[in-house]
C-alpha cells in the first residue's frame, strides 16, 4: 500500500474511531500526515487502524516495524533514531476515561526496517487490561522521530508502578523533548471475558 493510501485510511479510520478530533488531537493533529507507516503486531496478528483483539492475545510485547520515513532528507540520515508509545485514551473506561493517556509501553532508540538498532526500553510492556464489563478500549501506537543527540532515561517518562503509569501526557512529553510524530496506529482490546 503506498503512503497516500495508508494516509488517507489511517485520517478516517481516526476520524471514525472518534480519536480525531476527539481525545487523542493533542497527540494526533487533524493536519498530521505520516512519513512512514507503522508496522505493529501480536504473535502473527498484526494491527491494521483498529484491528479487535482481545486482552489474551496481547500478553507479550508487540514487533514493531517501519521503513525509512518517505521524506528524502531523512532517508539520508543513518543515525535518525525513532520513539514507540503505547499509550489507552479510554483508561479506565470509554465511558470515564479519567487516567487517560494510560502509558503502556515505551521503547527509544529504534531503527527503521534495515538498520541495526534494538532500542532502550523506558517503560516496561504491560499489556492492555480492560475490565470484562468494560467496552472495548482503543489504542494508540505512536511513533516519533527523535532529535540528534536526544539520550532520554527511565526516569524521563515516570515510573513503571501501576499508579504511576496512568494519566501520562505524550504530547506534553512530545514537545519537551523535541519528538516528531511521524506514524500512527491503533487497535481495540476487550477483555477476555467482554461480551458485546
Given at each position: 500500500?503506498?503512503l497516500?493510501?495508508h494516509?488517507?485510511?489511517?485520517?478516517?479510520?481516526?476520524?471514525?474511531?472518534?480519536?480525531?478530533?476527539g481525545?487523542?488531537?493533542?497527540?494526533?493533529?487533524?493536519?498530521?500526515?505520516?512519513?512512514?507507516?507503522?508496522?505493529v503486531?501480536?504473535?502473527?496478528?498484526?494491527?491494521?487502524?483498529?484491528?479487535?483483539?482481545?486482552?489474551g492475545?496481547?500478553?507479550?510485547?508487540?514487533?514493531?516495524?517501519?521503513?525509512?520515513?518517505?521524506?528524502?532528507?531523512?532517508?539520508?540520515?543513518?543515525?535518525?533514531?525513532?520513539?514507540?508509545?503505547?499509550?489507552?485514551?479510554?483508561?479506565?473506561?470509554?465511558?470515564?476515561?479519567?487516567?487517560?493517556?494510560?502509558?503502556?509501553?515505551?521503547?527509544?532508540?529504534?531503527?527503521?526496517?534495515?538498520?541495526?538498532?534494538?532500542?532502550?526500553?523506558?517503560?516496561?510492556?504491560?499489556?492492555p487490561?480492560?475490565?470484562?464489563?468494560?467496552?472495548?478500549?482503543?489504542?494508540?501506537?505512536?511513533?516519533?522521530?527523535?532529535?540528534?543527540?536526544?539520550?532520554?532515561?527511565?526516569?524521563?517518562?515516570?515510573?513503571?508502578?501501576?499508579?504511576?503509569?496512568?494519566?501520562?501526557?505524550?504530547a506534553?512529553?512530545?514537545e519537551?523533548?523535541?519528538?516528531?510524530?511521524?506514524?500512527?496506529?491503533?487497535?481495540?482490546?476487550?477483555?477476555?471475558?467482554?461480551?458485546?
Open positions: 500500500m503506498s497516500t493510501t494516509a488517507t485510511n489511517l485520517a478516517f479510520s481516526l476520524a471514525h474511531a472518534n480519536l480525531v478530533p481525545p487523542a488531537s493533542a497527540l494526533i493533529p487533524a493536519t498530521f500526515a505520516p512519513t512512514t507507516q507503522l508496522g503486531s501480536f504473535g502473527d496478528k498484526a494491527v491494521d487502524l483498529g484491528t479487535f483483539f482481545r486482552a492475545e496481547c500478553k507479550q510485547a508487540p514487533r514493531i516495524s517501519f521503513s525509512p520515513e518517505a521524506d528524502t532528507n531523512i532517508q539520508g540520515d543513518a543515525d535518525a533514531s525513532y520513539l514507540f508509545v503505547l499509550t489507552d485514551p479510554d483508561a479506565p473506561t470509554p465511558d470515564d476515561p479519567k487516567f487517560a493517556f494510560w502509558r503502556h509501553y515505551v521503547v527509544s532508540g529504534l531503527k527503521p526496517a534495515g538498520k541495526d538498532g534494538e532500542g532502550r526500553i523506558l517503560t516496561k510492556y504491560l499489556g487490561g480492560p475490565k470484562d464489563d468494560s467496552k472495548p478500549h482503543r489504542y494508540l501506537f505512536l511513533l516519533y522521530r527523535e532529535p540528534a543527540g536526544l539520550s532520554l532515561a527511565k526516569e524521563d517518562v515516570g515510573g513503571e508502578e501501576f499508579v504511576q503509569r496512568r494519566s501520562f501526557k505524550p506534553e512529553f512530545a519537551k523533548h523535541g519528538l516528531s510524530p511521524v506514524g500512527v496506529n491503533w487497535m481495540t482490546c476487550a477483555g477476555d471475558g467482554w461480551v458485546a
